[in-house]
């Protein structure tokens, strides 16, 4: 496989991983403090990652004067994943997958402004029939609610993050030195942890961990591992073998696997009306994975 193929095959399962996490979120954010449930999930994640590291033969120790750059990076990681969660009390899985799915249309602006990655015309009718459908998705097919932009409150929170979060994408890239992926993710988590902690110090000591329902502990574990150690080590794998636009194409495969997830957890799936928004989302990814 090439370099480019395993960058893609990388993002398939970073769109997976992300939508398990909003399904479990959605059912569990009004059980405990997004900022609670990030410092625990990112302490986690960077015990396993640093485990992982050590066990290859690696070394912790980041490069002279590299800290500024994860810190940066970890502060957007941790803003993305709270703003997620805190959005989730609110709004549906589904909506907020497609909150995610405007991403590339960011990621491809500052692509351009920070690596001058060119958008041919095919790339910008593909983000523009992404972005329509993800539109459509989060206003729930209603016209009235489009046109006086009533927008929920949860899919507003969460676009905050994804505008941070496409800035992410072309960011690591310019400023990775060559790291090794783990090594270069483990050293984002822990700044993402350090950041949750600080800001959520309140609420984790307010926080009844004994309480918590079964499914809190469960969405804790699978967002350490498949949603934080797992999809941030693809991401980055992603981003240095393909262009940004591209790397963020993928979230348009984010409310598909929201639905499969819904249905697999005994939701119900959206009405056919909302449908018609998933498969312009599809369709944009589609035509962005042309060469």
């Known amino acids: 496989m090439t370099p480019a193929g395993r960058g893609h095959l ?21 059980d405990i403090s997004p900022f609670a449930l990030n410092a625990v999930r990112f302490w986690l994640a960077a015990l396993l990652l ?27 990681f941790a803003l993305y994943f709270i703003t997620m969660f805190e959005g989730l009390k609110t709004a549906s899985s589904v909506s907020i997958a497609a909150v995610l799915t405007l991403t590339p249309i ?61 800035f992410y994408t072309p960011f690591g890239r ?28 309140s609420d984790l000591l307010a926080t009844d961990w004994f309480a918590l329902p079964l499914l809190a502990w469960v969405t804790i574990a699978y967002t350490a591992v498949a949603a934080t150690a797992m999809t941030a080590s693809t991401l980055l794998y992603a ?10 194409a993928y979230t348009y495969l984010t409310p598909s696997w929201a639905i499969a997830w819904e249905l697999a957890l005994g939701g119900s799936p959206p009405a056919p009306l909302v449908m018609a928004g998933l498969v312009l989302t599809v369709t944009a990814l589609l035509l962005l994975l042309r060469e």
């Open 174 to 201: 310019m400023v990775n030195r060559g790291e090794q992926p783990l090594l270069y993710t483990f050293w984002v988590v822990v700044y993402a942890a350090i950041v949750a902690t600080a800001f959520g110090l």
């Open 50 to 76: 640093g485990a992982v590291v050590r066990a290859g033969g690696g070394r912790l120790n980041p490069r002279l004067g590299g800290h500024w750059r994860y810190a940066i990076l970890g502060a957007i």
């Open 239 to 248: 981003t240095m073998r393909l262009p940004s636009a591209k790397v963020m």
């Open 10 to 30: 990388a993002m398939l399962m970073w769109s997976a991983g992300v939508a398990g996490s909003f399904a479990l979120g959605q059912r569990v954010a009004n």
């Open 106 to 166: 960011m990621s491809g602006f500052f692509g351009w402004v920070l690596l001058r990655q060119r958008m041919t015309s095919r790339m910008a009718l593909a983000l523009a029939l992404g972005g329509a459908g993800a539109i459509w998705v989060i206003f729930k097919a209603d016209l009235q609610a489009m046109l006086v932009l009533d927008l929920g409150r949860g899919e507003l929170i969460f676009f905050v993050g994804c505008f941070a979060h496409a």
